[in-house]
Structures are given as C-alpha cells and as structure tokens.
C-alpha cells in the first residue's frame, strides 16, 4: 500500500506514465472529452515524475527546443485536465500531479514529500467521513476541501 503510493526512486517510471495516459485516452473517449495534443502533451509532462511540477516549469518543459506556447495555453490544459479529473493541483506548493487512479471520487488527501518533492494521494475514506462529519457538526458546508500534509516519503525517510 504505502510502497504503491510511493513508487521506489528507481522503479520503471516510463510504464506509471504510459499507463496513465492509456487511461487517460480511454476516460476522456468515453467521456466525448477532446484530449488534444497539447492536452495531451501537458500531462504526459506532469507525469514526468511523481514530483507535483509548477505551471511555470511545465511551460518550460513544453518550449524546451525553441516551442512558443503561451501560459495561458498550459493554464487552459491544466483547467481541462483537472476538470477531468486527470490532474491534481495541490495549493500548499501550486504545482499539479497526474492522478494514480483516475475515474474515482475525488476528495483525496494529499502526502507531500519535502525531500524528493513526490507526492501521493492518501484516499482514506475513514478520514473523510471523519472530516465532513466534523463540519457538519459545525454547521458548516464544505465548498472545497484542501487537506496536504508535509513530511517525509518512506524512501527519504529510509535514507
Ligand atoms: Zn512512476
Ligand atoms: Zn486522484
Ligand atoms: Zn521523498
């Protein structure tokens, strides 16, 4: 469970991205959603790694080699790829993550490593029923939910 959140740094990276994709090509077919080359070409960027990548970061990774694209074309795909579901942006950092297992319920909890800079999504449905009802309690009515903790991965933690 928690190595599958955390991949080891030296795991075949190339097969998470390109599984990510695949799945992303199918949802978006079966949604009617345009996956278009930018878009596409957006998240395969954000799945360099498992390290959340700044906007402005993912701009440079896109020109790399003389690319004129615009911020507001990656904004554009980012707003598309989160509606999506496809990609996380987690607030704590402003930087965006490719989702693990797209198609779910999205209220997730976010794992943030400050060594690596690798994150993962907790997706712990007790801690969730806990939260709203806590809210509730309050009397209170979640709009959007931000919960991101900081600490150490188990491979950082290991080193
Ligand atoms: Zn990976
Ligand atoms: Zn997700
Ligand atoms: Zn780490």
Redesign the pocket.
């Known amino acids: 469970m928690v190595s599958r959140a955390?991949p080891t740094?030296g795991h075949d990276h190339g097969a998470c991205a390109a599984q990510a994709l695949a799945a992303a090509e199918k949802l978006c077919q079966a949604r009617g959603a345009r996956l278009t080359a930018v878009r596409r070409k957006v998240l395969s960027l954000v799945w360099q790694s498992h390290a959340p990548v700044g906007a402005y970061d993912l701009l440079a990774r896109l020109n790399k080699g003389g690319g004129k694209i615009a911020p507001i074309a990656v904004y554009r795909a980012l707003d598309f790829l989160m509606a999506q579901g496809l990609v996380h942006r987690l607030a704590s950092i402003n930087a965006y993550m490719g989702c693990a297992h797209i198609g779910h319920d999205h209220a997730a909890q976010f794992l943030i490593?400050?060594?690596?800079?690798?994150a993962a999504e907790l997706e712990s449905p007790a801690l969730r029923k806990a939260l709203v009802k806590a809210v509730a309690g309050r009397g209170f009515t979640i709009d959007r939910e931000i919960v991101e903790i900081s600490g150490?991965?188990?491979?950082?933690?290991a080193s």
């Not at 490593?113 to 690798?118: H, S």
């Not at 150490?152 to 933690?157: A, E, G, M, T, V």
């Open positions: 955390f740094p490593c400050k060594d690596c800079g690798c150490l991965c188990p491979h950082c933690k």
